[in-house]
């Protein structure tokens, strides 16, 4: 169980999932403007995997030369990350050159490259660029009297080339000005204005802007020969680097370092294939990267930004719109309290609106017999209607109480933002434990009736936010059980003040007990394989890395537990080695929604559990965060297991079997199975999981 062969590189996992984005785009089957964010989402999922995992592997070399003791794995995985990268990036390009731009093309979408534009267009063009670009652009050459200028995290800037007549050739280094969009429409005939609302365009002529740029250098340098322009694209570390002993003040702290990331050492560099050598070696040079870090593409960089293309309205180039269902116990949003009384509520969305959790917080807020209302925030839509209820309730002298967590990547400057605008409202605001992130997601509802004190909660696995509601697969669970009512009370005490609890009801709590009650379980189901061989557990979450979980899965294998494992992203154990995981069967799901929800499936010898929560199985979450994973009803359990678990391990159409390598395979239906894509199916069939008969 120690050998570290039997368990996979979690790098090399996170690669063979980008790939499977990848696949999406080159799948014919998809709207082509849904292979063009399927592209899109590749490159930024890139940008953010060296942002934050190469960067770690990076430090760890650099500790390992300062104590002049070599970090032989960390050189190790750096080098599996770019042999890697070597076999998808050109994919990746060709996938663009030769698959979607030709096919955007002939539908009226065409990316053009400056050379095809005509005299007209490109007078036009460099009429708008004189106008709206060339005022904002500022050349910093390189030289004895100029130093090496710095570019900022994921900038696009153009290398150039001058022969200036009196001292020969010069290197100046444009950046391209990021509050542009990356495409410029070109102007018909007889369209004077160029216009920058996609949503408007229903097709159209477009031209990458770093072209445009290149194409009119000799208005920033007048006098001189550009010898050539050539594009390259930094990314460097976004490790905030917090000293959570050293900062005592957690806002202060967050404010300081918010923007540094773009300050980070750099640890990828991309550059266009045409660049010389020459140039490449002086931004290696300057930026203290290796060859192995530099990455030459055949397609533009920075692909992330076709994003844009997405807006263009040309529904039948997408997904068929579908409109969230209601359910029906919350179609009223005036009796929700009285339906959480009568039983509990599943929600899955998107195929539930979340708008009933809207429903929920702004009922309480409105609701006289509220008392207090608590909640965690870790990631926020920017127009929040749950924010704007939680404010009215304190304006209504509601106890209000929010966990906003500071430290969620990426997120921090939005965090700040609606922290301080919760606390000018009277909303008591804390910013979670030193040390370790608040990731569960919950709220605390408190209602003062004639029977006395009732709790109604709302636990779920993704955040309270909107936008990502309508694109991520997610349970959300409504409860009025006065043990997790409870459960949740004490936990948000422990979060707002000193309260040292550690021992729950009915929740799985990290870092206080999951972990041990999860291993428990699982030695549980070995158990009853043993004495009535009938052992089954469905594990569905984003990332499977712990390796005390994935001892004890390989363990329950080896005595016949039936073990299915539904891991959207990373999977460091590796399924189907004879004598040790033949049992365990790994698939994933890459499809319209990204599959976030997370749920944790127990037979028990027939006293089946079943919990759901915000936590995957990996150290970061047992160990080093505020997680919570929570029981449901036995009511739920059989639609859970069946509709919704059984339908997703059924996926023929977008499910990949993981294979003992760490690589995955594309499964196919059988000659005798219908097709059947989880997602689509939930699409149709949305609602089975609402249960038919009330509690009495």
């Avoid at 309480?364 to 207090?372: M, Q, R, S, T």
């Avoid at 906003?404 to 804390?430: C, S, T």
Wanted: net charge negative; hydrophobic share 40%; glycine share 6%.
């Amino acid at each position: 169980m120690s050998n570290p062969c039997l368990y996979a590189d979690r790098e090399y996992s996170w690669l063979q999932f980008n790939d499977r984005v990848l696949e999406e785009a080159l799948d014919e089957r998809n709207p082509l403007l849904e292979r063009v964010k399927f592209l899109s989402i590749f490159g930024s999922n890139l940008d953010e995997f060296f942002m934050v995992r190469v960067s770690g592997v990076q430090k760890r070399i650099a500790e390992g030369a300062k104590e002049d003791q070599a970090d032989e794995l960390a050189q190790e995985q750096l080098q599996v990350i770019r042999e890697e990268l070597l076999k998808q990036l050109p994919v990746n390009d060709s996938c663009w050159n030769e698959m979607l731009e030709p096919a955007l093309r002939e539908r009226g979408i065409k990316v053009l490259n400056y050379f095809e534009l005509s005299g007209e267009d490109r007078e036009k063009l460099r009429d708008y660029f004189e106008r709206n670009i060339f005022p904002l652009l500022t050349p910093l050459g390189f030289d004895s009297g100029h130093p090496f200028p710095h570019i900022s995290n994921l900038s696009l800037n153009l290398a150039v080339l001058i022969d200036d007549p009196d001292y020969g050739e010069r290197f100046a280094r444009v950046k391209i000005p990021p509050m542009f969009a990356r495409l410029i429409v070109v102007p018909e005939e007889g369209q004077e204005k160029i216009s920058s609302s996609f949503e408007e365009l229903k097709s159209g002529r477009f031209v990458w802007l770093e072209q445009l740029i290149a194409a009119n250098l000799d208005l920033l340098f007048p006098g001189q020969r550009i010898l050539g322009a050539y594009p390259f694209r930094i990314t460097r570390d976004a490790d905030l680097g917090f000293d959570e002993d050293g900062d005592k003040d957690l806002l202060t702290a967050v404010k300081q370092r918010v923007g540094r990331n773009y300050f980070g050492p750099a640890v990828r560099l991309e550059t266009d294939d045409t660049m010389p050598e020459r140039v490449s070696e002086i931004l290696l040079k300057n930026l203290e990267l290796t060859s192995p870090l530099m990455f030459r593409s055949a397609a533009p960089l920075g692909l992330s930004s076709l994003m844009k293309l997405t807006q263009i309205n040309r529904p039948e180039l997408k997904y068929k719109p579908f409109k969230p269902r209601k359910h029906s116990l919350m179609a009223d949003k005036e009796n929700i309290f009285s339906a959480l009384k009568k039983q509990d509520i599943l929600l899955y969305h998107p195929y539930d609106s979340f708008e009933s959790v809207v429903d929920l917080v702004e009922e309480a807020a409105d609701d006289p017999d509220v008392l207090a209302i608590k909640m965690t925030l870790y990631r926020v839509d920017d127009n929040s209607r749950i924010i704007q209820a939680l404010m009215k309730a304190a304006d209504r002298n509601k106890q209000v109480a929010v966990l906003v967590e500071l430290k969620a990547r990426f997120d921090e400057e939005n965090n700040i933002g609606w922290a301080k605008e919760l606390e000018r409202k009277g909303v008591h605001v804390a910013y979670g434990f030193p040390g370790r992130k608040t990731h569960a997601k919950m709220c605390l509802i408190v209602r003062a009736e004639k029977e006395g004190i009732k709790y109604y909660v709302h636990m779920g696995t993704g955040n309270y936010n909107a936008v990502t509601g309508r694109l991520y697969t997610d349970f959300g669970y409504l409860t009025s059980d006065p043990f997790i009512g409870k459960d949740i009370s004490d936990l948000f005490n422990a979060l707002t003040g000193y309260s040292r609890k550690d021992h729950y009801i009915k929740l799985l709590v990290a870092p206080q007990n999951m972990r041990h009650q999860i291993l428990e379980r699982i030695r549980r189901e070995i158990d009853m394989q043993e004495k009535f061989g009938n052992g089954h557990l469905i594990f569905k979450m984003n990332s499977l890395v712990d390796y005390q979980c994935i001892r004890e899965l390989y363990r329950a294998s080896r005595v016949g537990v039936k073990v299915d494992l539904i891991v959207r992203g990373i999977c460091c154990l590796r399924p189907g080695i004879y004598g040790l995981s033949e049992n365990i069967r790994v698939t994933s799901i890459v499809g319209r929604f990204l599959e976030h929800s997370r749920a944790y499936y127990f037979r028990n010898g027939g006293k089946e559990e079943i919990f759901m929560g915000s936590a995957d199985l990996m150290p970061r979450n047992l160990d080093n965060r505020v997680e919570v994973l929570f029981p449901v009803s036995s009511d739920y359990i059989p639609i859970l297991r069946d509709a919704i678990l059984g339908t997703h391990m059924k996926d023929n159409i977008k499910a990949r079997l993981l294979l003992p390598n760490g690589r995955t395979e594309r499964i196919y239906p059988q000659p005798e199975e219908e097709e059947l894509d989880s997602q689509l199916w939930m699409l149709e069939n949305r609602g089975v999981w609402e249960l038919k008969t009330e509690k009495s």
